[in-house]
């Protein structure tokens, strides 16, 4: 097949924010703040005593923390783990 034969599918628009649209602020929020602040040291002090967090369990922490951190293009999904889409949707 000759490259003049490939026909090209047009590609949808980038996403635009709907009028009154608001990204998300979870890193405004208490809880955000406390799992921020906390989590790191809880999760060592688990890894210290022998009893790390279930693997399950540092990822949604972590997908959690990374919402906050994506700014408005990241928390669209380009490139962002699906669980971590989640969380922001969820926010």
């Known amino acids: 097949m000759s490259a003049a034969a490939v026909v090209r599918q ?4 980038p996403f635009l924010d709907p009028p009154g649209y608001a990204r998300h602020r979870p890193e ?8 921020e602040q906390h989590y790191p040291a809880f999760s ?11 693997g399950y369990v540092e990822q949604e922490f972590e997908a959690y ?27």
């Open 65 to 91: 923390l990374e919402c906050g951190r994506a700014g408005p293009t990241r928390s669209r999904g380009a490139g962002v783990p699906p669980s971590v889409r989640a969380w922001c949707k969820g926010s």
């Open 28 to 35: 405004s929020t208490l809880l955000y703040q406390l799992v």
């Open 10 to 13: 047009p590609r949808a628009p």
């Open 44 to 54: 060592q002090l688990r890894v210290a005593s022998g009893r790390p967090l279930p």
